[in-house]
């Protein structure tokens, strides 16, 4: 039904083809290790992310990803090139209290009851907190009587769950996710990627999700970047051509398979070159 | 009615654990008190453990308010000196030209040992209560000066990026993130620091105070009244034993509920 030579048109129609809200342009991204040398963890990487878009982010290990989400939430500067979010230098919008993370490790604060945590974004922007959203959040990332249990009494899975929690309580303009459904088994993770699709839908974030399931980047997201092995570089981008609200049987269609296997093959190391 | 059959068990029970935990105490006490009546040694140089008793169940008054005066002392040096260490230990952290001064500063004047102190305190401060608690405050400073130092930079993983993230400003970055990061090692140092509180606050009366545990002590020995001198021991031993039961279990109350 549609052209899959021309992505645009894929574009699914409650989105309109807006402004841009992160523009990572020509950046790199270079450490300088212990033994003086530098180790390029970017190559060069251009993208831009339109208001209320979802796009994913697979690549190898270690190929960058990590790294150009900490560059959107200006955790480091990038060594070449330049990020804009917004229209503005990134660290703008985390002043703002605008920007919702959760990243590979949960950082929940362990001296805080789960519902402390999910709440402690109102309280470091200085706002009251909103118990109504708290308990809603909590509830739909299925932590619901765990309000009261500390982070350690809960599994990996329950604490990277909470920590997506805590990223959407202040509804935030930009959404930063870090593989956060890594440590869930395969049933709770298609729970998690339907209740994300939900939210999302009814907010329309502007998000970055990083992720290692083609799957999930085909299912949340409206368009999916591959990245090559260090020095990472965009080898791959395909708009996502399915209508939302997505359901889940969408991931049996013919379509969706032709799509995961163009997207495994793209992110299997070059044999051939 | 029947009674409940574990009822009778305890007691029992309890008596059973006081003996099995505390055998070597009673047996101490047993073989010193028959010791003393076989071989007939002076009263003065060794009282049996029935006239130490005697003499504590005889004056509690003197023993109570000694020890509590002592215990007084101890408490209030140890809260001010954690309390100093602790105001040390932020305004380290908070700035590095700070740092610099006091690091090398807190630690020259916490290596020195206390006994050497007593008496120049003595002569600055004059010989009384001052004096106490001005080397109570220095023994708890430094366990509390060190260990904060430490906590204040054992940040969960992860937390540092997410204050910034979440735009937090610095002084809520302190409070709620800094701050509560070093209770764990604030809780060490206040274990570590509360049995040598007492143990210094005896000392310093001992060698130049008015009242208190430690001068009760020094005077009756000096006095002959060597059942009174064991019996202050006795009561010594108790405090110290509960203050250091008392610090454990605080540390171990907040550990539970920090990590
Ligand atoms: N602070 C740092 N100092 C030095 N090197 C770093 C630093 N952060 C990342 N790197 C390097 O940059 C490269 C990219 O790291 P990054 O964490 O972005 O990878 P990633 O794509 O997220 O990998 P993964 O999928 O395993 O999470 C790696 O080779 C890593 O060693
Ligand atoms: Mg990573």
């Given at each position: 039904m549609t052209d899959a030579s021309s992505p645009v048109a894929h574009l699914s129609p409650v989105r309109p083809a807006t402004e841009t809200a992160i523009d990572l342009d020509h950046i790199g991204k270079s450490f300088r290790m212990e033994n003086g040398r530098e180790l390029v963890a970017i190559d060069e990487v251009s993208l831009k992310i339109g208001k209320g878009e979802f796009v994913a982010l697979l690549g190898p290990?270690?190929?960058g990803k990590s790294t150009i989400l900490r560059l959107v939430a200006a955790l480091e500067a990038p060594s070449r090139g330049r990020v804009v979010v917004e229209g503005r230098e990134p660290e703008d919008l985390s002043r703002a209290h605008r920007l919702g993370v959760a990243f590979q490790?949960?950082?929940?604060?362990?001296?805080?009851t789960i519902s402390a945590n999910v709440a402690l974004p109102f309280q470091l922007a200085g706002r009251s907190v909103d118990r109504k959203r708290v308990e809603e959040l909590i509830r739909l990332v299925g932590l619901?009587?765990?309000?009261?249990?500390?982070?350690?009494?809960?599994s990996g899975g329950m604490r990277q769950r909470a920590s997506i929690a805590r990223s959407l309580v202040l509804h935030p303009d930009v959404l930063l996710l870090d593989e956060?459904?890594?440590?869930?088994d395969a049933v709770t993770r298609r729970q998690m990627n339907v209740e994300l699709q939900r939210i999302w839908t009814d907010e329309r974030i502007t998000t970055l999700l990083v992720t290692h399931s083609v799957e999930e980047a085909l299912f949340l997201a409206d368009r999916v970047v591959v990245m090559s092995g260090?020095?990472?570089?965009?080898?791959k981008t395909i708009e996502v051509p399915f209508e939302r609200?997505?359901?889940?049987?969408?991931?049996?269609?013919a379509e969706f398979h032709d799509l995961v296997d163009e997207l495994t093959l793209a992110l299997e190391p070059e044999e051939a070159a | 009615m029947r009674p409940e059959p574990a009822t009778p068990n305890r007691p029992l029970r309890m008596l059973k654990t006081a003996l099995s935990r505390y055998w070597g105490v009673i047996a101490v006490l047993v073989i010193w008190q028959a010791w003393v009546s076989i071989s007939g040694v002076n009263q003065i140089v060794l009282p049996q453990p029935v006239d130490v008793f005697r003499d504590l169940v005889a004056e509690p008054g003197i023993y109570l308010r000694n020890a509590g005066q002592t215990l007084l002392l101890a408490a209030l040096g140890l809260i001010l000196g954690m309390l100093l260490g602790t105001v040390i230990a932020v305004l380290a952290w908070s700035s590095t030209l700070l740092s610099g001064i006091l690091t090398p500063l807190g630690l020259v004047f916490s290596s020195v040992p206390v006994v050497a102190l007593i008496p120049v305190i003595a002569r600055i401060m004059g010989y009384d209560l001052k004096t106490v608690l001005a080397i109570v405050v220095i023994i708890s400073f430094f366990p509390a000066f060190v260990f904060t130092s430490a906590g204040l930079k054992t940040?969960?993983?992860?937390s540092s990026d997410l204050f910034r993230v979440l735009g937090a400003s610095r002084w809520t970055r302190f409070t709620r993130l800094v701050l509560p990061s070093a209770v764990p090692s604030w809780m060490i140092a206040f274990r570590l620091a509360a049995p040598p509180a007492v143990l210094s606050a005896m000392l310093a009366e001992f060698l130049?105070?008015?009242?208190g545990l430690g001068y009760l002590f020094r005077s009756a020995a000096s006095g002959f009244q060597t059942e009174r001198a064991l019996g202050t021991s006795v009561v010594a031993t108790v405090i110290s034993v509960l203050c250091f039961t008392f610090a454990l279990w605080a540390e171990r109350a907040v550990l539970r509920k920090w990590n």
């Open positions: 290990s270690g190929c490790d949960h950082a929940l604060l362990p001296w805080l619901a009587g765990f309000e009261q249990a500390r982070p350690r009494q809960l956060p459904f890594g440590a869930l260090r020095p990472g570089r965009v080898i609200p997505r359901q889940p049987a969408i991931m049996r269609s | 940040l969960p993983p992860g130049m105070g008015t009242s």
